[in-house]
């Protein structure tokens, strides 16, 4: 009985200690348990707040870009849209998502755009110029991106579009371009003025030297300076000046008939000053017609004809 008792009792003994062991086990499992949960939830929370941190950011920068951009779902309704864009279409963002993106654009735009948006979602970005009607509606032209947007799968859910106003840089160039064009003519009105100047003399009396080379254009420029000048001093008689000319063609003999011609048209008489030699020579040998012309050799001796002529 007592070998028996002994027994009973070791054994008893083993149990207890088992039972401890068990407890120990379960305590430290629990602490492990309790480290990871807290390791996790720490993760998970700092996960949660660089996401935060992220789409802050991003936000940051769709609501402060001075484009328009805005995401629309496969069925063409707007999934997203920044600031910029609910200021151009004039509604809340809670107006626009959900809805179609037709409901901003102009009826004629529509399908333009969306085969633009076709376009994108099958062939990858692209990028084009369009004139569009906005809400307000004036036409503006939009430097405009569309490409698809995929999910974490790769599967494209959605197409979408960043567009610039290009109208203020159109209309800035335009402008620039008009007041080019307008230094240009003034700066070749001004060279005109100098290269074939009209001079009052006295009353009704103009006189225009010449010099250097007349071609075609600048023989056509002559007679429009003369003719405007006669009409504008009501002149009678115009003197044209040729000692600064040493080459006298076809043009130049043209010119001087066709500005007597005119002239006699507008009630003015035209004297001919600074004939040299050559240039008699050259205006016979080319036949030239200056019948009715008052031919004299120096600018004073045509100034002084013209003063007795008027008293």
């Keep these: 009985m007592n070998d028996c008792a002994q027994s009973a009792s070791g054994i008893e003994a083993e149990r207890d200690e088992l039972r401890a062991e068990v407890e120990r086990l379960r305590r430290r499992l629990a602490k492990v348990e309790g480290t990871a949960a807290a390791a996790l939830g720490t993760e998970s929370k700092r996960m949660e707040q660089d996401l935060l941190a992220q789409q802050a950011v991003l936000w940051a920068f769709l609501d402060n870009t001075p484009a328009l951009m805005f995401v629309k779902d496969l069925e063409g309704r707007f999934v997203l849209v920044n600031e910029e864009y609910t200021k151009f279409a004039g509604r809340s963002s809670a107006e626009l998502l959900g809805h179609p993106g037709s409901s901003v654009l102009a009826a004629a735009d529509v399908p333009r755009m969306d085969a633009a948006d076709r376009r994108a979602l099958t062939e990858g970005r692209m990028q084009f110029a369009a004139t569009l009607t906005v809400p307000d509606g004036s036409r503006r032209t939009f430097m405009t991106v569309k490409f698809p947007i995929r999910d974490e799968r790769g599967e494209v859910f959605g197409v979408g579009t960043v567009a610039i106003d290009m109208s203020r840089e ?124 008052v031919t004299l050799g120096t600018l004073q001796s045509g100034i002084a004809w013209a003063i007795r002529g008027r008293r």
């Design 170 to 293: 159109q209309e800035a160039e335009q402008a620039r371009a008009a007041l080019q064009e307008t230094i240009i003519a003034a700066q070749e009105a001004t060279i005109r003025e100098l290269t074939i100047p009209l001079l009052p003399i006295a009353d009704h009396v103009v006189a225009m030297p010449l010099v250097g080379t007349i071609n075609e254009r600048r023989a056509q420029q002559i007679l429009d300076a003369l003719l405007e000048g006669i009409t504008r001093h009501q002149a009678t008689v115009a003197i044209l000046d040729v000692t600064g000319i040493r080459i006298v063609d076809t043009h130049v003999a043209q010119a001087l008939v066709h500005a007597a011609q005119a002239a006699k048209l507008l009630g003015a008489e035209v004297v001919l000053t600074g004939m040299s030699p050559a240039i008699a020579r050259t205006l016979v040998d080319l036949g030239a017609d200056l019948q009715g012309i």
